[in-house]
């Protein structure tokens, strides 16, 4: 188990390494400096800008001290935003973010829960197949259809929720919706396939004859079994979310990192680029890694395996 | 033991009643029923599953539409018509018209164009490299297995989405970055398909005469192992198209990808939601044929899983 989780570890640093590097590399083989105005500056004014910024070092030094900032948690200076360190941006924006994605998070981790398992308890009946279409469709409608028509339909013809912002807990509702519906489809499906599979199992038949009530059966014992799954996919479902909330933010106007990270993209300023992306990556892959022990920790056959195999 | 059937009431015939046939030795071995092979299975399979052949049909249906709408249209994507900015859906432009006046209808179906081209040319893409890494890997195993596929996890581990946004930040936009960008991590779950595959399959015994009769590594692997994991290897395919898709759309809607005048289901989407109080249709349909399109190719590919594989069927 140890072996398993250090072995894990490893291989998120290296990943976390080459898309650093990556980032470098690629941020310093666009052509131009950013520093380039549209009007000239003079040549000592630019001299004086590239040392501000450490641009005047030969490229390898570079690369050391970003790499030794990034180990001090210090993502450098904005280069469009006068006076604004990346730090600063992130932390002011990444909390509107956080509360969001936590907020469909839970949403789609419950609902696709509950719609999975009235699908599977009723497994080729009414329900089930109820369940499934509103899967099918949900899977096949993209976060940036489903935000205007939810605007649309419930912000702009009836007016029962705010068209932007993110102040009081109704205006999550939305946002909510339209970021989660993918992921609750794929897990509504997910549980569904794995709970019929468990409903069928020996177990199951031994725990009904023993005459437990049908609640305990699907609670204690299907469900925590129909589980495994969506331990995986919740190291996805953050990625899903994260990618989701910047065509999300930008719709209803939630000043949140992934309108900051399009807002940067747009203006080409790469410190900043660099900086989201850095923590992005690290968000992904630390819940990734933590989504891989849990997963080890609630199967049990995976702790055995684990401690054999040594992978 | 004939007095105790009787005294049973299930009726019992009793032996006389029945006269032996004469046996024909030719017949005995006849099959009334034709045999299926594999293949056959596969698509009565599929045939049989309405969702999966509405998917097709959809399929068919934009493809079609993508190729012959614009052309028998009068109207062009890119001509403005400032004086007819802003109409609404009717017979001279069914879909209505944009900002600039230009025919909804047409650029609907240019960015059909569009997103197949992306969804399909990638698709491809991840297919020729994936089969080939993911071919040798599970061929060859062992250590050249172990480091081929830890380089695969490295790269899958770094976010898809950031990598693809900041190589778009660096290249110029355009279809041909957007599918080169998405190409660079795609593969890697069609390598480990294919992988998974090859490793079940290359200790069969029709691999093991063919290596007997001195066939090169490199012809057993790609003229017996392939072909025999194809099944998985064209549904990974098919369910690769929508999620190209998807990040065309995604990567234009945030102005990343295809440049005006050129439509894309994506830049028009982003148009459209400043205008969706006045003009909704701008929005609606760009985003009704997404979605359609994305419904169809992910019903189609969980079809075709299904009729690949008929023990997960049995389940779900």
């Known amino acids: 188990m140890v072996r398993f989780i250090v072995n894990k570890f490893f291989f998120m640093l290296l990943s976390l390494f080459v898309l650093v590097t990556a980032t470098f590399i690629l941020m310093n083989a666009v052509p131009g400096s950013p520093l380039q105005r549209e009007k000239a500056t003079s040549p000592q004014i630019q001299k004086n800008l590239e040392a501000y910024y450490g641009l005047d070092k030969p490229l390898i030094q570079q690369y050391g001290v970003y790499l030794k900032n990034l180990l001090n948690f210090d993502l450098g200076i904005s280069m469009k935003k006068r006076f604004y360190s990346v730090n600063k941006i992130i932390e002011d924006s990444f909390k509107y973010s956080l509360r969001l994605g936590v907020v469909s998070i839970i949403t789609s981790v419950t609902g696709g829960c509950v719609l999975g398992i009235i699908a599977a308890l009723y497994h080729r009946r009414f329900l089930d197949n109820l369940a499934m279409v509103l899967a099918v469709i949900g899977l096949a409608i993209p976060s940036m259809v489903m935000a205007p028509v939810l605007q649309y339909l419930f912000a702009v013809k009836v007016r029962w929720f705010e068209v932007a912002g993110l102040e009081g807990p109704l205006d999550y509702v939305l946002p909510t919706i339209a970021l989660s519906s993918v992921s609750i489809a794929y897990i509504a499906r997910l549980i569904r396939s794995t709970m019929i599979e468990v409903l069928h199992a020996d177990f199951i038949r031994t725990a009904k004859a023993k005459g437990l009530s049908g609640h305990v059966i699907v609670w204690r014992h299907c469900l925590r079994n129909s589980m495994l799954p969506v331990v995986t996919y919740l190291g996805y479902l953050v990625a899903g979310v994260i990618t989701g909330s910047v065509i999300i933010e930008a719709i209803f106007a939630i000043p949140g990192m992934g309108k900051f990270f399009v807002q940067s993209v747009v203006d080409r300023d790469y410190p900043l680029i660099m900086g989201i992306t850095v923590f992005y990556a690290v968000l992904l892959m630390v819940s990734r890694f933590l989504a891989d022990i849990a997963y080890a920790l609630v199967d049990p056959r995976m702790r055995l395996y684990s401690s054999k195999a040594g992978d | ?316």
């Not at chain 2, 032996?20 to 029923?33: F, G, M, Q, T, W």
């Not at chain 2, 066939?215 to 790609?222: D, K, T, V």
């Not at chain 2, 945030?254 to 969706?276: E, H, K, R």
């Open chain 2, 1 to 316: 033991m004939q007095n105790e059937s009787n005294v049973n009431f299930v009726r019992q015939p009793s032996a006389d009643r029945f006269a032996p046939i004469e046996r024909k030795l030719a017949e005995s071995e006849h099959i009334e029923r034709k045999g299926m092979t594999a293949w056959q299975h596969v698509r009565h399979r599929l045939v049989s599953n309405k969702l999966a052949m509405t998917g097709l049909v959809l399929i068919i249906l934009i493809v079609l539409m993508a190729i012959f709408a614009p052309i028998l249209s009068p109207y062009d994507h890119y001509s403005n018509d400032l004086e007819n900015a802003n109409q609404p859906p009717s017979w001279s432009h069914w879909f209505g018209t944009d900002d600039l006046g230009r025919d909804m209808f047409v650029r609907t179906w240019k960015g059909a164009q569009v997103s197949l081209f992306v969804g399909i040319v990638a698709a491809l893409i991840d297919l020729a490299i994936g089969v080939v890494y993911g071919g040798i890997m599970g061929y060859y195993g062992g250590k050249v297995d172990e480091v081929m596929n830890r380089i695969a996890e490295i790269l899958y581990a770094i976010p898809y989405l950031l990598v693809v946004i900041l190589l778009l930040v660096v290249m110029e936009p355009s279809l041909t970055t957007i599918i080169v960008t998405m190409s660079i991590t795609g593969w890697i779950n069609m390598a480990w398909i294919v992988r998974g595959q090859i490793m079940q399959l290359k200790n069969q015994e029709y691999a093991m005469a063919s290596r007997a009769l001195g066939a090169s590594n490199m012809r057993i692997l790609f003229r017996h192992l392939i072909p025999n994991a194809i099944g998985p290897i064209f549904v990974t395919l098919t369910l690769t198209v929508p999620s190209a898709i998807f990040t065309e759309a995604f990567l234009s809607f945030l102005g990343l990808g295809v440049q005006s005048p050129v439509a894309s289901w994506g830049t028009m989407l982003n148009d459209g939601i400043n205008a969706i109080q006045n003009y909704p249709w701008r929005e609606l349909f760009p985003a009704l044929f997404l979605s359609l399109t994305m419904f169809a190719f992910n019903v189609f590919g969980d079809g075709l899983r299904d009729a690949f594989d008929p023990v997960m069927r049995k389940s779900s």
